[in-house]
């Protein structure tokens, strides 16, 4: 069906309203990469550099060896693992094998991972030589179908005398002990032979992610998007980008090649990192610059800034408290930013005054996208010129794409431009659906003349020059750093401890990572668990950015006549003060 011109006299110049070529299998972007620039270099880790046609290698083979272990078509492989080098071999080796791979985030505790492992039914799992990961992952695939167990370590992709001097002061992470029966990464490859099994994907029907998200509210549900939703996703985004490639220079298309350099800041287990960053620099030949932990250096966070100074990193994709980490950073100008000629941000609201910030140090130019973990992630994108651009906006809808405004109680009449409503997608990238969960996709897809909705839970407007706005969100989603943190899931350990008779959480202002969680806690008759020991609670069962930073304790929480716990009006509260 041949979407409408998009009602907007700006729309960038040279974009195509639609895209086509693009249903192919993912790991289809490595083998034509790999077979046009065998030697360009893909991944830069503390001065390791593996090729593409290594890293074509090396996914071949864990598919070859994943294939020995039973693993088929449709089976379930997670990774549990940071920004490592081995990541783009494992990902692109899992769906070689016809599997559909399982992404999870390396911040996770154990029993949040292994819900995710159980919910998805994984039978395969790779994860991180190191004290921590590889305790959380001990207890998480307890009572799991993981059959297989992958250990990674970074020595063998570390110049031989970084790994030498690590391995002798002892500064390589290593896990304590390893469990009898689980296999090192590297004696895996080693072993197997670079022959992918021979399996058919038809892109536009076969699975090739399940990506945990709370959706719109609640417990994380698994958004199950297939090949051609990301292949869709890197074709969109590589025609919408147009910027100077020179300091003064004429606005040309992205260039492919290895001219490029992107910076590996965001996690590539979240949908944005892994197709605006990892995808996209594999289908342009780019070099990716791994950064397994940002904040790394002393101050927090100048590991980053010594990684686009001494790789040249060109293309910066982040959420926007990465972007208020550059330019709040202490040594900013002892280091040398002028190789960043565009940035993309996304995963939560930029604020205007925190972009111009950035701009005015740096001298790099902010980009404004949209999207969702349902759609692979990317929606809608600011055009990425100054003159075209509109701050505070997202832009208009990628090619193939189509998004309409529509009303919040049944989602199915299209309202009147310039008025808000709830934000519906339609496109290649959209996700099939919840993994195992009819129910909720009742809830978030909708047909309007002929297509097949999703609604967002955003809240937004299409103003008079056709830019899309979000003005509101429709749920109680908190997102704290550009991750989304939903209140139920972490009222629901709050009300596991035996002296919390009420709870309530909300998102209030935070100046570095947007939002953080604050509880608020009616306890038991006769309790008397301090606010210190209850946040203790919380961190050993929810990840970092999921934890309240605060609890006030309260004699009752505000309640709608039906017995409801009213978070708005907490809300609202804390916005007055």
Not at 261 to 273: A, D, E, K
Not at 283 to 293: E, N
Not at 502 to 507: D, K, T, W
Request: glycine fraction near 8%; aromatic fraction near 10%; charged fraction near 25%.
């Amino acid at each position: 069906m041949t979407l409408k011109p998009w009602p907007t006299p700006h729309w960038p110049e040279g974009v195509p309203r639609e895209v086509f070529g693009f249903e192919k299998p993912v790991f289809s972007l490595l083998d034509e990469t790999a077979k046009k620039y065998p030697d360009n270099v893909y991944t830069i880790f503390n001065d390791g550099k593996r090729t593409f046609a290594q890293v074509k290698d090396t996914a071949d083979r864990v598919a070859n060896f994943l294939a020995s272990r039973g693993i088929k078509k449709g089976d379930r492989v997670a990774i549990f693992l940071p920004n490592l080098p081995q990541y783009p071999a494992i990902y692109f080796g899992i769906l070689k094998t016809g599997a559909v791979c399982v992404t999870c985030n390396p911040l996770y505790t154990a029993d949040e991972l292994n819900y995710q492992l159980n919910d998805a039914g994984a039978k395969a799992v790779f994860v991180m030589d190191h004290p921590d990961f590889y305790k959380t992952s001990l207890k998480a695939i307890q009572n799991t179908a993981i059959e297989t167990v992958v250990i990674c370590n970074i020595k063998s992709y570390l110049p031989g005398f970084k790994a030498f001097l690590g391995g002798l002061l002892g500064k390589i992470p290593k896990a304590e002990h390893h469990e009898p029966g689980h296999l090192m990464f590297d004696d895996v490859v080693a072993a197997a032979k670079p022959e992918p099994p021979d399996v058919q994907i038809d892109p536009n029907e076969d699975l090739a992610l399940i990506i945990y998200t709370g959706g719109t509210t609640g417990v994380p549900k698994g958004a199950a998007l297939k090949h051609a939703s990301f292949t869709h996703n890197v074709e969109a985004v590589s025609k919408w980008m147009s910027f100077p490639h020179e300091p003064g220079g004429p606005a040309e298309p992205l260039r492919g090649g290895g001219f490029h350099c992107f910076l590996g800041v965001l996690p590539w287990y979240h949908s944005f990192g892994m197709t605006v960053v990892m995808l996209a620099s594999c289908a342009t030949a780019s070099r990716l610059i791994c950064i397994p932990d940002p904040r790394a250096g002393n101050p927090p966070f100048t590991g980053v800034l010594e990684a686009v100074q001494k790789y040249r990193a060109t293309l910066v994709i982040a959420v926007p408290t990465i972007y208020v980490a550059f330019t709040n950073h202490p040594l900013l100008d002892k280091f040398d930013l002028t190789s960043m000629l565009a940035c993309g941000s996304g995963g939560a609201p930029m604020p205007v005054e925190a972009a111009k910030k950035f701009e005015e140090k740096t001298g790099a130019i902010i980009f404004e996208g949209y999207g969702l973990s349902e759609t692979a992630p990317i929606a809608a994108l600011n055009p990425t010129s100054i003159e075209k651009r509109k701050m505070g906006s997202i832009g208009f809808p990628v090619p193939s794409t189509d998004i309409k405004i529509v009303d919040q109680d049944t989602g199915l009449k299209e309202l009147p431009q310039g008025e808000d409503g709830e934000i519906a997608i339609s496109g290649p990238q959209v996700m099939v659906g919840y993994w195992n969960r009819p129910d909720a996709n009742a809830e978030v897809f909708r047909e309007i003349d002929g297509r097949r909705f999703f609604l967002t839970g955003d809240i937004g407007n299409i103003d008079a020059e056709g830019y899309i706005t979000i003005t509101d969100r429709k749920k109680d989603l908190i997102l704290v750093g550009g991750f989304n943190c939903y209140p139920r899931e972490v009222e629901e350990v709050l009300y596991g401890h035996e002296d919390v008779l009420n709870a309530a959480v909300v998102g209030i202002p935070d100046e570095k990572s947007g939002e953080s969680v604050k509880a608020f806690v009616q306890l038991a008759p006769g309790a008397t668990v301090t606010e210190k020991e209850l946040l203790a609670y919380c961190k050993e069962r929810l990840a970092g950015y999921k934890r309240p930073r605060s609890i006030e304790f309260r004699d009752e929480l505000p309640v709608s006549v039906v017995g409801k716990v009213l978070r708005r009006v907490l809300r609202d509260e804390e916005l007055k003060k």
